[in-house]
C-alpha cells in the first residue's frame, strides 16, 4: 500500500512538473466544441480524471469482493450449522447403539442365567485339524 503512495506521488509530481512547463495556450476540439485553454490544464484534467477512474473501478472490486466475502460467511455458517446436526445425530445414533448392546447383553445373561463373555469376531468358526478358520455349516 505504501509502495503504490509513493507510485502515485511521484506521478502526481511528474505531472505538475510537464503542468508548470508548458502553459502556453493551445486550441481544443472535441465533437463540435471549441475552447482555447492551456496545457497544464489538460495535463491536470486529464491525470484528475484517470485518478477518478482508477478509484471508480477499485471500489467496484472492493465492493465485489465485499459482497463475495459475505457470501462465503453466509455459507460457512450454514455448513457449520449443518455440521453440528449432523455431530448431534451421530451422537444420537451411538448412544442407541450403546442402548441396544446393552439390552442385548441383558437379554443373553437373563436368558442364560449367568454373565457370558462378548461374542468375539471368531464367533461362528471352527478350526479344523490344520488349524485354519473354516465356517460353521448351521444346516
Known amino acids: 500500500m505504501q509502495l503504490l503512495l509513493v507510485a502515485a ?6 505531472v505538475a512538473v510537464f503542468a508548470l512547463q508548458n502553459s502556453q495556450m493551445v486550441p481544443i476540439r472535441f465533437f463540435g466544441w ?3 485553454t ?3 490544464i489538460i495535463a491536470l484534467g486529464s491525470a484528475a480524471i484517470g485518478a477518478l477512474c482508477a478509484f471508480l473501478a477499485g471500489l467496484v472490486r472492493q465492493l465485489g469482493a465485499g459482497l463475495r466475502n459475505r457470501q462465503l460467511r453466509l455459507e460457512v455458517g450454514r455448513l457449520q450449522r449443518e455440521l ?3 455431530r448431534h445425530a451421530k451422537d444420537a445414533l451411538v ?3 450403546e442402548r441396544a448392546k446393552e439390552q442385548a447383553h441383558h437379554v443373553l445373561t437373563t436368558a442364560t442365567g449367568a454373565e457370558r463373555e462378548p461374542v468375539s469376531p471368531q464367533a461362528g468358526l471352527e478350526l479344523s ?3 485354519e ?3 460353521v455349516d448351521e444346516r
Request: charge should be negative; proline fraction near 8%.
Open 9 to 14: 506521488l511521484a506521478f502526481a509530481s511528474v
Open 34 to 36: 471549441e475552447r482555447e
Open 38 to 40: 492551456s496545457v497544464a
Open 84 to 86: 453440528e446436526e449432523e
Open 95 to 97: 448412544a442407541e447403539l
Open 129 to 131: 485339524t490344520h488349524d
Open 133 to 135: 478358520p473354516r465356517p
